[in-house]
């Protein structure tokens, strides 16, 4: 194992081959903020709105569950549109991966991955610790305060649909707030907004303990233990049970709060990890479980 | 055995010892930052007088909880006056407002606005455009406004969507000239849409005539108040009686007359031979 994360990947699949859900992802999110962006700075309207709520070429409605759920404990009702949108959003997120948002779509994970990156790179270690509950208390609150005040309060602080309405509409202030998430990341927390705090993130996960689409540890017994997988996972506690299969857990990784963003399946240089379903579970434990490792102790 | 078993208990009231100062140390912390946003909140429920919402606006206590912020109504405002406010303006971040003194409501028929709005932000029942209540114009400056001054500007009037319903031209005497009529610009809050045009185009450098949201520019009587000539109409006649003309202690030769006060008497029309005494440097001839 060398140095950067990573190298034995590229060494084994060559970069391409060790990058690829990357920039798969990469190419994602900035689609997805190009669509939004070739209205207004191009003219050509196939998607208008932001992520709160979007309609794409005049028939998709598509609505953000988490703020429509802040809406309705304000004690409104709102048209049918925004309705179909989120039944639409609800069916798409629960079958790929609720947190597939966070990796795929918002566009706050370019800005926090470039501060990990950077962490890396400098090797800044440590910070301030909270828990990774903590983003569910945040939710609770965020909800709390939306039937207290009646208002979309969480929305007047919300980086999330701060920075992805600010890029479409004008970004004003909002580079502040998120220049501030970039520090924050970079100086004070590791994960800190996305894995920690973030509600829509919280909410998300949630919705993605139910999701269809997985990766799975399926080679587990490859595995080399060069703990590359634990060290770019956004959520390396989701990791732990599919691949070392601890209680007799199968491969699957079910936790809801894994974001599907492929990265494991990039750096691991023996191909333990590949996409499938959650259905993948049983058949795969047929297969030997996983011997005695002893986990080696995380930092 | 037996003395395994308090041990037993003592782990697990450990592990609910600190789920429970952990849960504390959670709900105190997040509660701090809530508490935070949520007086935020209560600060930023205030619209700035400057800030007009579009069209069919739900009142603004409702509508920061109806509108997510997503910026339909101004990708479908055909004349691009609408924004949406960023963090660091006065309205409550995300959602969409105009300065009527930048550029006014163009008043579409179809109000495409309100048809893109997914939530009913913006109410769907409002369908013509000219119920619209966006707020209320107001003449504000009445010490710098032309027509005030006696000057016929009437530009506000003119440009006025709703002409002679929302802003009538109402004659006063001018008191400087003595001779002339002033027009006075008055607007009507029942035909009102507040669409700003004219804010718009009060050509004052700084607008004599401003939108403002209604529930500042209105005032309201006491819910008892009964108006007595009201109250007549409504009951078709006087509800004192008996309804007795007024007699008055009239000055000689004047007469009253309803609606125009005390005038001379036709009978006793001055003869042009007693008119005041003007100052002869006034008449014209030689001193």
């Known amino acids: 194992m060398s140095g950067r994360i990573g190298a034995d990947a590229v060494a084994a699949k060559g970069w391409l081959g060790a990058h690829k859900w990357l920039l798969l992802r990469r190419a994602s999110q900035l689609g997805i903020l190009a669509l939004f962006l070739l209205g207004p700075l191009a003219g050509v309207w196939i998607v208008k709105g932001n992520l709160t709520f979007s309609y794409t070429l005049g028939f998709l409605p598509l609505t953000d569950p988490f703020i429509l ?92 649909s701060i920075f992805h309405r600010g890029l479409i509409f ?96 990039d750096v691991c240089s023996k191909d333990v990890f590949a996409f499938g379903t959650r259905f993948g579970n049983k058949v795969a434990k047929v297969s030997q479980p996983a011997q005695g490792m002893k986990p080696a102790a995380c930092k | 055995m037996e003395a395994d078993k308090p041990r037993k208990t003592s782990a697990a009231a450990q592990a609910r010892r600190q789920f429970l100062l952990d849960s504390a140390r959670m709900a105190c912390g997040v509660g701090l930052l809530g508490i935070g946003i949520g007086l935020y909140a209560k600060q930023a429920k205030a619209l700035p007088p400057l800030a007009v919402r579009p069209p069919g606006a739900l009142a603004e206590k409702d509508f920061l909880g109806a509108c997510i912020r997503c910026g339909l109504c101004v990708r479908d405002c055909p004349y691009d006056i609408l924004s949406l406010a960023t963090p660091e303006e006065p309205v ?17 028929e179809d109000i495409p606005c309100v048809k893109a709005c997914p939530t009913g932000a913006l109410d769907h029942s409002l369908t013509d455009i000219n119920k619209a209540k966006m707020g209320l114009a107001v003449l504000v400056d009445q010490e710098n406004c032309l027509n005030f001054l006696g000057l016929r500007c009437d530009i506000c009037y003119r440009v006025c969507p709703v002409i002679d319903k929302a802003i009538t031209l109402e004659q006063q005497l001018n008191a400087r000239t003595g001779k002339h009529a002033l027009f006075i610009p008055v607007v009507h809050s029942d035909a009102c849409t507040g669409c700003g045009k004219c804010e718009k185009a009060c050509p004052l450098e700084a607008a004599a005539i401003k939108v403002y949201p209604t529930e500042l520019a209105k005032g309201e009587p006491g819910k008892h108040y009964r108006f007595g000539w009201v109250e007549k109409d409504k009951a078709g006649g006087s509800l004192v009686a008996p309804d007795v003309e007024h007699r008055y202690n009239l000055p000689e030769g004047q007469r009253y007359e309803s609606g125009r006060g005390l005038n001379p008497d036709a009978g006793s029309e001055a003869a042009p031979g007693t008119q005041p005494a003007v100052p002869r440097a006034l008449q014209g001839g030689k001193l």
């Open chain 2, 92 to 108: 409550s971040t995300g959602t969409p407002y105009f300065v009527a003194r930048q550029l006014p409501c163009e008043m579409c």
């Open chain 1, 170 to 265: 004008g970004l004003g202030a909002a580079w502040a707030v998120i220049l501030a998430i970039f520090l924050f990341e970079l100086f004070v927390m590791q994960d800190g907004w996305c894995g920690r705090l973030c509600p829509m993130g919280a909410f998300y996960g949630l919705l993605g303990k139910v999701s269809l689409f997985r990766p799975a540890a399926i080679r587990r017994s490859a595995c080399n233990d060069c703990m590359e997988c634990f060290a770019v996972c956004p959520e390396p506690q989701v990791i732990r049970p599919a691949l070392k299969g601890v209680g007799g857990a199968g491969p699957v990784i079910l936790a809801g709060n894994c974001t599907n963003c492929g990265r494991c399946i």
């Open chain 1, 69 to 160: 759920l802040q809406s309705l404990l304000t004690r409104h009702l709102p048209e049918t549109k925004a309705f179909v949108g989120v039944a639409i959003v609800l069916v798409f997120y629960a079958l790929v991966g609720g947190r597939v948002f966070c990796s795929w779509a918002c566009p706050v994970n370019m800005v926090t991955d470039a501060a990990a990156w950077l962490r890396g790179r400098l090797g800044i270690k440590g910070g301030a610790y909270v828990s990774r509950k903590t983003r569910y208390w945040i939710l609770a609150m965020t909800l709390v305060l939306a039937a207290a005040t009646g208002t979309l309060a969480w929305e007047l602080v919300n980086p999330v």
